[in-house]
C-alpha cells in the first residue's frame, strides 16, 4: 500500500517529534503493509513554515535511518499547503512542493471552519498552471459537511480529494464517518491516506478503513483508491467518476 499524506518527518510539525517517533511510525506503517509514504508537512497553516528544499533533504536523511534500521519503507517528499493567496506564485519560486516532487499533484488544506473566498480562483489557477489539486480531508471541514455542494463545484471543475483512513474508521466520530461515506458514495473523493501524525492518537488506520471499504463497496472501490495513489506517486492522470451532488436529508415529517 501507498500512504499519500502523512507527518512522518521528525521535528517540522506536529507529526513525529524526533527520528525515533519517525522509525516507530514506519513500524507501524510497514505492520499495516505500506510500503511506500509521501511525507507531507504542515506549510503556512499559521504555525509550521517547511518549504521544498528542506523537506527533500529531511526526507533523504530519514530515508538513509530506515535502511540502516532495516525497515522496508520507502519515503518521497510531499507537502500539506493551508490554502494562501501566493501558493501559485510560491511554487513557480520553488517554495512550494508538489507531491513527490513530480510538478503534478499539489495538496491543499482548507482551514477546518471556511473556505476562503478566493478558493475557486485558485484552484482553477492552479490547474491553469498545469498541476492538480488534492484537497485533503474535506470530510473535516464544517462548512463542507454544512455544504457539500461546494465540494461538488471544485470536483466538478476538475480538483481531486483525499479521505482520511481515521475518518472512515470513526475516530473522527460518526458525522465524519457518515459523511466520509457519503463522499465515496457522490464519487467525491479519489484517494484515501492516513494522515498519521504518530502511533498513539493519530495513527494510520490503513489496514481497518481499507477492509471497511471492501467490505462496504467491494474490491474495485478499493483498487480504484489503490491505483489513484499510484498514480499520484507516478505524476499520472488519476481515476474519475462523474461527481454527484449529496442530496440534503429531509427532516422526519416533512416529507
Ligand atoms: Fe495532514
Known amino acids: 500500500m501507498i500512504d499519500i499524506h502523512c507527518h512522518i518527518l521528525p521535528g517540522v510539525d506536529d507529526g513525529a517529534k524526533s527520528v525515533e517517533d519517525s522509525v516507530a511510525m514506519a513500524r507501524q506503517a510497514v505492520s499495516e503493509g505500506i510500503h511506500t509514504i509521501i511525507a507531507t508537512p504542515h506549510h503556512k497553516n499559521g504555525k509550521y513554515i517547511n518549504e521544498k528544499q528542506h523537506i527533500?533533504?529531511?526526507?533523504?536523511?530519514?530515508?538513509?535511518?530506515?535502511?540502516?534500521?532495516?525497515?522496508?519503507?520507502?519515503?518521497?517528499?510531499?507537502?500539506?499547503?493551508?490554502?494562501?493567496?501566493?501558493?501559485?506564485?510560491?511554487?513557480?519560486?520553488?517554495?512550494?512542493?508538489t507531491l513527490n516532487d513530480n510538478n503534478k499533484y499539489v495538496f491543499v488544506e482548507f482551514p477546518s471552519n471556511q473556505i476562503p473566498r478566493f478558493s475557486e480562483q485558485l484552484l482553477f489557477d492552479i490547474q491553469s498552471a498545469g498541476l492538480t489539486p488534492i484537497i485533503v480531508h474535506p470530510e473535516r471541514n464544517t462548512s463542507i459537511i454544512e455544504e457539500p455542494n461546494i465540494l461538488y463545484n471544485f470536483v466538478n471543475k476538475g480538483a481531486l480529494t483525499?479521505?482520511?483512513?481515521?475518518?472512515?474508521?470513526?475516530?473522527?466520530?460518526?458525522?465524519?464517518?457518515?459523511?466520509?461515506?457519503?463522499?465515496?458514495?457522490?464519487?467525491?473523493?479519489?484517494?484515501?491516506?492516513?494522515?498519521?501524525?504518530?502511533?498513539?492518537?493519530?495513527?494510520?488506520?490503513?489496514?481497518?478503513?481499507?477492509?471497511?471499504?471492501?467490505?462496504?463497496?467491494?474490491?474495485?472501490?478499493?483498487?480504484?483508491?489503490?491505483?489513484?495513489?499510484?498514480?499520484?506517486v507516478d505524476g499520472l492522470a488519476c481515476f474519475k467518476e462523474i461527481p454527484e451532488r449529496i442530496k440534503k436529508k429531509k427532516f422526519l415529517g416533512m416529507f
Do not use: W
Open 56 to 97: 527533500i533533504n529531511d526526507v533523504e536523511k530519514l530515508n538513509e535511518r530506515l535502511k540502516q534500521e532495516g525497515i522496508p519503507l520507502l519515503i518521497l517528499p510531499g507537502q500539506e499547503c493551508r490554502i494562501y493567496g501566493e501558493m501559485l506564485e510560491d511554487y513557480q519560486s520553488d517554495s512550494v512542493l
Open 162 to 232: 483525499q479521505v482520511t483512513a481515521a475518518s472512515i474508521t470513526g475516530r473522527f466520530g460518526k458525522k465524519i464517518r457518515k459523511f466520509s461515506l457519503e463522499l465515496i458514495d457522490a464519487n467525491l473523493t479519489h484517494l484515501i491516506a492516513s494522515d498519521a501524525h504518530n502511533i498513539s492518537g493519530r495513527q494510520f488506520c490503513m489496514k481497518e478503513a481499507t477492509e471497511l471499504i471492501q467490505q462496504e463497496y467491494g474490491a474495485q472501490q478499493l483498487y480504484m483508491f489503490f491505483e489513484n495513489a499510484e498514480a499520484v
